[in-house]
């Protein structure tokens, strides 16, 4: 009998698995037939029902050495399509390509993991010639009016394709992730991801172009169905941490 009462608890628990709460990072929508700039339709954002990314965007202070991007079939981890970014010879300081989700229903308190694969274009192999490029990853955390936000937001940087006199994290012949693992603060009902790909502030030019594919956020369900932010309002996500 002492065996059974831990058995009848048990069955009155409702236990959420660990799931992937983003499925569209896999940016397989829209189709595109080779490498299709933001705005020549390759737009992750441009999805007609429940879109995983809600801004995909540039910030470039010139009009040559730029960096641009959007979807493409070359490549892909698993599916048919990836999102790729081009370092055009940038040669300017702070110069990013960023993507936001949208708001994904989280428990608070709880552990969760977020990642992206990502690997180097064997023919257009990045190039840094001094200047550093980082993919920078931040995780904003709201109440359930998606506005508010509650506490301190995760940072974490990469750089792009790895540290110097290190051998390169992302390779040309292979998918390699980089994620991190995080506990939701009290009080979030919602999470918000940025991925943010940023030329540093040293000297001199990079070049080259790498694709991304299967950003994920892993972990429980909010366990309130159809839960949505109301009013739907895009957050400003805070000032990405500068590498060390």
Same mark, same amino acid.
């Given at each position: 009998?002492?065996?059974?009462?831990?058995?009848?608890?048990?069955?009155?628990?409702?236990?959420?698995?660990?799931?992937?709460?983003?499925?569209?990072?896999?940016?397989?929508?829209? /189709?595109?037939?080779?490498? &299709? *700039?933001?705005?020549?339709? +390759?737009?992750? =954002? $441009?999805?007609?029902?429940?879109?995983?990314?809600?801004?995909?965007? /540039?910030?470039?202070?010139? &009009? *040559?050495?730029?960096?641009? +991007?959007?979807? =493409? $079939?070359?490549?892909?981890?698993?599916?048919?399509?990836?999102?790729?970014?081009?370092?055009?010879?940038?040669?300017?300081?702070?110069?990013?390509?960023?993507?936001?989700?949208?708001?994904?229903?989280?428990?608070?308190?709880?552990?969760?993991?977020?990642?992206?694969?990502?690997?180097?274009?064997?023919?257009?192999?990045?190039?840094?010639?001094?200047?550093?490029?980082?993919?920078?990853?931040?995780?904003?955390?709201?109440?359930?009016?998606?506005?508010?936000?509650?506490?301190?937001?995760?940072?974490?940087?990469?750089?792009?394709?790895?540290?110097?006199?290190?051998?390169?994290?992302?390779?040309?012949?292979?998918?390699?992730?980089?994620?991190?693992?995080?506990?939701?603060?009290?009080?979030?009902?919602?999470?918000?991801?940025?991925?943010?790909?940023?030329?540093?502030?040293?000297?001199?030019?990079?070049?080259?172009?790498?694709?991304?594919?299967?950003?994920?956020?892993?972990?429980?369900?909010?366990?309130?169905?159809?839960?949505?932010?109301?009013?739907?309002?895009?957050?400003?996500?805070?000032?990405?941490?500068?590498?060390?």
């Amino acid at each position: 009998m002492r065996f059974l009462l831990p058995l009848l608890l048990l069955w009155g628990l409702t236990v959420f698995a660990d799931e992937n709460l983003l499925p569209g990072g896999n940016f397989e929508v829209p /189709f595109v037939k080779g490498r &299709t *700039t933001l705005d020549q339709g +390759g737009d992750p =954002t $441009n999805v007609a029902k429940d879109p995983a990314w809600i801004t995909f965007r /540039f910030e470039n202070s010139g &009009t *040559t050495g730029i960096i641009t +991007g959007g979807l =493409t $079939n070359e490549v892909a981890r698993n599916g048919k399509q990836s999102l790729y970014i081009d370092f055009n010879h940038v040669d300017q300081p702070y110069q990013s390509a960023i993507l936001i989700s949208n708001f994904i229903p989280v428990v608070s308190g709880t552990t969760y993991q977020v990642g992206i694969w990502g690997r180097t274009d064997a023919r257009d192999l990045i190039d840094s010639e001094g200047r550093s490029a980082y993919l920078k990853l931040e995780v904003d955390f709201f109440a359930k009016d998606a506005f508010q936000s509650v506490g301190e937001p995760l940072l974490r940087v990469q750089p792009l394709p790895g540290s110097k006199d290190h051998d390169p994290y992302f390779k040309p012949d292979s998918w390699n992730r980089f994620y991190v693992k995080l506990t939701t603060p009290p009080g979030a009902v919602f999470a918000q991801i940025t991925w943010r790909w940023e030329t540093g502030g040293d000297p001199g030019e990079i070049n080259g172009i790498m694709y991304f594919d299967d950003a994920t956020m892993d972990g429980p369900p909010n366990p309130i169905p159809d839960l949505t932010p109301s009013p739907v309002q895009q957050s400003t996500p805070a000032a990405s941490a500068s590498p060390q």
